[in-house]
């Protein structure tokens, strides 16, 4: 070997050395990797663990909210109307209570679209309407809109409401609707009723 200082120390190392040293280095690989592995694996084996739980609780609150919370809907509609100024009700729908659920957030929204047959303007009206188990019938507020002689129009009317101290029994939706002055008769439209209820333990 050239010795320090020299000509020959100078020179890059032949492929013998080269091969040498790439051995070397595989072989502290391969020493080192068994003791990697024994700190990792228990790392690695705990991550697995609190994973497992996390996914378990999330289940776990999944089924409770099941349990605590039910939606259900409904829907009516009609085509055949005959508009008077005496309210009619002319599209509903019926929803039990389920069992051990108290506690019901209802929503309720009408719309009416009517063709004013007669040769003057007047006005149409709609209201919804809850029949409760608990506290009976109830309604919001009515909705009015002016229609021309001959012309189209379109009312809405929506009613939200919360009951509690429920225990079984049935709710009942309905959608009222009227024309102001003298009666419509026969009239081309219809009116729709969709309803969505949240019940609670």
């Known amino acids: 070997m050239a010795a320090p200082g ?25 020493e080192l990797t068994p003791s990697v592995l024994k700190s990792i694996l228990p790392l ?15 289940a776990a609150i999944l089924d409770l909210i099941d349990t605590q919370v039910v939606f259900d809907s409904r829907f009516a509609n009609t085509a055949a109307l005959s508009m008077t100024a005496v309210e ?20 309720v929204l009408c719309s009416v679209g009517v063709v ?19 506290t009976g019938l109830g309604w919001g507020a009515r909705r009015f809109q002016s229609v021309l002689a001959g ?18 029994g049935t709710f009942t939706f309905s959608l009222g609707m009227l024309n102001t002055g003298a ?7 219809g009116g729709t009723l969709e309803v969505s209820v949240l019940f609670t333990r």
């Open 6 to 30: 020299t000509v020959g120390n100078l020179v890059a190392p032949g492929e013998d050395a080269t091969n040498r040293k790439i051995r070397d280095l595989a072989r502290s690989v391969e």
């Open 44 to 58: 690695i084996t705990d991550l697995q663990a609190q994973q497992a739980a996390l996914a378990a609780q999330q």
């Open 88 to 107: 009619q009700i002319v599209a509903s729908a019926t929803m039990p209570v389920p069992a051990g659920y108290t506690t019901a957030v209802c929503t």
């Open 116 to 134: 004013n047959p007669t040769g003057s303007t007047s006005s149409i009206a709609a209201r919804a309407y809850i029949d409760s188990p608990t």
């Open 151 to 168: 012309a189209d129009g379109a009312v809405y009317a929506f009613m939200l409401q919360e009951y509690s101290g429920l225990s079984g």
């Open 183 to 189: 009666d419509w008769g026969a009239t081309p439209g």
